[in-house]
């Protein structure tokens, strides 16, 4: 009984999503192009975002990681007298590659 139920509610979600999916259609044969109108419409919007928001969310997100990072280890250095510098170390490097990331990283990507 619940193979029955089960193979008939996957036929009406595919014969639902078959009914609700739209063909996207480009002029005959050309594809290319409708793609490439599409990205040159979008590159511009992209850029801004990812300089205007992605690219300071990772940088903040990466300088509370760091002091965070740099904190606990000095407080493991006041209670077992070492200093570990590794992880505070790659977190800031992480966190200038972050920091100047949109002044290379569009002409690495070739936009």
């Known amino acids: 009984m619940k193979k029955k139920r089960l193979l008939a509610t996957m036929f009406a979600v595919l014969l639902v999503g078959s009914m609700l999916a739209v063909p996207a259609l480009a002029a005959p044969g050309d594809v290319a192009t409708a793609i490439e ?9 992209i850029k801004t975002i990812v300089n205007s928001v992605v690219s300071p969310a990772i940088a903040l997100i990466l300088a509370i990681l760091f002091f965070v990072k740099l904190s606990t280890s000095y ?15 790659i977190l800031f490097v992480g966190l200038i590659l972050a920091l100047t990331a949109p002044l290379y990283l569009w002409t690495v990507i070739g936009m």
């Open 75 to 89: 407080m493991d250095y006041r209670k077992h007298g070492q200093f570990d510098f590794s992880a505070p170390a």
């Open 37 to 45: 109108a599409t990205w040159k419409d979008a590159a511009g919007q």
